[in-house]
């Protein structure tokens, strides 16, 4: 058949990716839990699904952007999920943030169906899911991969879009990605609140930084929004500690030390222990203001 693409999850970065393969002339078929979503896409010229399973049914090319573990083996595995109607040589990519293990063993049993499955998560937030600027880390099928590049290559930036290694590495590559992001965001909140015990102007010892060896996206994007104590979320510190659980999870696994990484964890997890779980993931530095007793007024 015509390659069709379906697209299952339409939360804040999936709604932007489907739109942008609209955009990009794809004949899309759409299904999500919430409807005004659906209608949306819709709207912009895509076809309705009435559950995951009729999304296969109609869809050679299937991606899910998913919040977590639990809900792609909903959406693949559970009643009227994509794996009960799934035709075989469909390729599916999983563009959701989840557990490496979980990734593999979907893989597999996508396998043993006549399909092919790709970890692909993505980096960039809304503001990349919008502008088709994300970076995508892929794991599995090298020959899979070659096949859905113009299609991941309508989501992010080409020359951002990089298979990894096998089923799984991609999953692993977010993690690594996680663990840098949440390391680098510690260290620009604990700069930030040294700057403000001193009474020296936070704003120009970033300017200042982001001159120097220390700059960084996570100085330059998430240190303004700190500056200003805006925490709409791009990305939400729920999903953020959720991304966390995964990493200690798998460096587990792996058998690696992580102590940065440890003290990220709870850092997010009084983040949203204090009620922000709903703020962009950002809002860790107020955690880090609040044991130097600092507000987060400025």
């Known amino acids: 058949m015509a390659e069709t ?5 339409l939360g804040v970065m999936g709604r932007p990716m489907a739109k942008n393969l609209i955009a990009r002339g794809y004949s899309l078929v759409v299904h999500n839990r919430s409807r005004a979503a659906v209608d949306d896409l819709v709207a912009a010229g895509a ?3 009435t559950s995951p399973a009729d999304v296969a049914r109609r869809a050679n ?7 977590d573990s639990p809900d792609v083996e909903q959406v693949l595995e559970g009643t009227n999920g994509v794996f009960g109607a799934l035709a075989p040589g469909t ?3 999983d563009t959701s943030s989840i557990a490496p ?5 979907l893989a597999d049993r996508a396998r043993s169906l006549g399909a092919t499955m790709l970890d692909a998560p993505v980096s960039g937030g809304e503001v990349g899911a919008i502008n088709a600027s994300l970076s995508i880390m892929v794991g599995g099928d090298a020959a899979a991969f070659v096949a859905v590049k113009p299609i991941l290559d309508a989501m992010g930036k080409p020359d951002r879009v990089i298979r990894i290694g096998d089923s799984g590495a991609g999953q692993i590559c977010k993690v690594c990605n996680q663990m ?5 965001l510690g260290a620009v909140s604990e700069a930030f609140a040294l700057a403000r015990k001193a009474q020296v102007d936070p704003a120009l010892v970033r300017e200042a930084l982001l001159g120097g060896f220390a700059a960084s996206r ?8 700190v500056l200003r104590g805006n925490y709409v979320p791009g990305f939400r510190a729920r999903l953020y500690a959720k991304d966390m659980r995964i990493a200690s999870e798998t460096l ?3 058998e690696t030390p992580a102590p940065v990484t440890s003290v990220v964890h709870q850092l997010v997890t009084a983040t949203v222990a204090a009620g922000r779980g709903d703020d962009d993931y950002a809002a860790l530095a107020t955690v880090v203001f609040d044991m130097a007793h600092l507000s987060d007024k400025h």
């Open 5 to 9: 693409v379906g697209f299952i999850g």
């Open 47 to 49: 076809a309705r699904a």
């Open 61 to 67: 090319r299937i991606i899910t952007m998913l919040p």
């Open 91 to 93: 390729i599916l990519i």
């Open 101 to 105: 293990a979980v990734a593999r063993r």
């Open 180 to 184: 840098v992001i949440g390391g680098t």
């Open 218 to 225: 996570v100085l330059e994007v998430h240190g303004e929004r």
């Open 252 to 254: 587990s696994e792996f």
